[in-house]
């Protein structure tokens, strides 16, 4: 039987976490570095999310000028100082490029779930690229930020997207109807999730 935390240890629990998330430090893997955006980030944040193909399954528009690419920029610095839930750039380690972000959507301290959304320039797609990233930020969110349950959702008409979290470890749990309103029309998502329960096993598996 699992012993209930106490009052102390719980709050030193949640601190962990809490500080986890507000203060993530750079992730890094074989061939990309996570790290904060910022606004020398611009050129390359707009290079990319130009494109409408980008675009397409996310729930931002395609830049239509770098002042776009500035504007959430800098959104995302009042992300950093009121300590929200925000994004990693994903910064290609051979060119030194911004190609993509991910990051937690949301974060319930009380359940130790969270949400995790990505993007990636097109010219850099199935190349095992976002499963790199997306690795990379489970394992944090099991590891660093005490997590118990890891979800992520992608638009029914983007398979590629349930892919990498498949690869993952993640487990398609079903499809929340009309759940997303883009341009006008409700659309269809499809939920995966894994457990840290899940995660563990996996981890010795590969191991073994």
Same mark, same amino acid.
């Given at each position: 039987?699992?012993?209930?935390?106490?009052?102390?240890?719980?709050?030193?629990?949640?601190?962990?976490?809490?500080?986890?998330?507000?203060?993530?430090?750079?992730?890094?893997?074989?061939?990309?570095?996570?790290?904060?955006?910022?606004?020398?980030?611009?050129?390359?944040?707009?290079?990319?999310?130009?494109?409408?193909?980008?675009?397409?399954?996310?729930?931002?528009?395609?830049?239509?000028?770098?002042?776009?690419?500035?504007?959430?920029?800098?959104?995302?610095?009042?992300?950093?100082?009121?300590?929200?839930?925000?994004?990693?750039?994903?910064?290609?380690?051979?060119?030194?490029?911004?190609?993509?972000?991910?990051?937690?959507?949301?974060?319930?301290?009380?359940?130790?779930?969270? $949400?995790?959304?990505? #993007?990636?320039?097109?010219?850099?797609?199935?190349?095992?690229?976002?499963?790199?990233? %997306? /690795? @990379?930020? !489970?394992?944090?969110?099991?590891?660093?930020?005490?997590?118990?349950?890891?979800?992520?959702?992608?638009?029914? $008409?983007?398979?590629? #997207?349930?892919?990498?979290?498949?690869?993952?470890?993640?487990?398609?749990?079903?499809? %929340? /109807? @009309?759940? !997303?309103?883009?341009?006008?029309?409700?659309?269809?998502?499809?939920?995966?999730?894994?457990?840290?329960?899940?995660?563990?096993?996996?981890?010795?598996?590969?191991?073994?």
């Amino acid at each position: 039987m699992r012993r209930a935390l106490g009052k102390r240890e719980a709050q030193v629990r949640d601190m962990l976490n809490l500080d986890a998330l507000v203060n993530p430090p750079p992730l890094e893997s074989e061939r990309i570095l996570l790290r904060r955006l910022n606004m020398r980030d611009a050129t390359d944040i707009f290079e990319y999310s130009r494109d409408p193909e980008v675009s397409r399954y996310v729930l931002w528009d395609a830049h239509r000028s770098i002042h776009d690419s500035r504007a959430y920029l800098r959104y995302l610095q009042r992300q950093y100082r009121n300590n929200d839930p925000s994004s990693w750039g994903i910064q290609l380690r051979e060119t030194g490029h911004i190609i993509g972000t991910i990051g937690y959507m949301w974060w319930n301290q009380e359940y130790r779930s969270a $949400e995790v959304g990505y #993007s990636l320039s097109r010219a850099y797609w199935n190349r095992g690229l976002m499963t790199e990233a %997306l /690795r @990379e930020v !489970i394992r944090f969110g099991f590891d660093r930020m005490l997590l118990h349950r890891i979800e992520a959702q992608h638009e029914v $008409e983007n398979p590629a #997207s349930g892919r990498v979290m498949e690869k993952c470890g993640m487990r398609r749990e079903g499809v %929340l /109807r @009309e759940y !997303i309103l883009k341009n006008g029309a409700f659309e269809d998502a499809v939920c995966c999730g894994i457990l840290k329960s899940e995660w563990l096993l996996a981890q010795r598996a590969a191991q073994r």
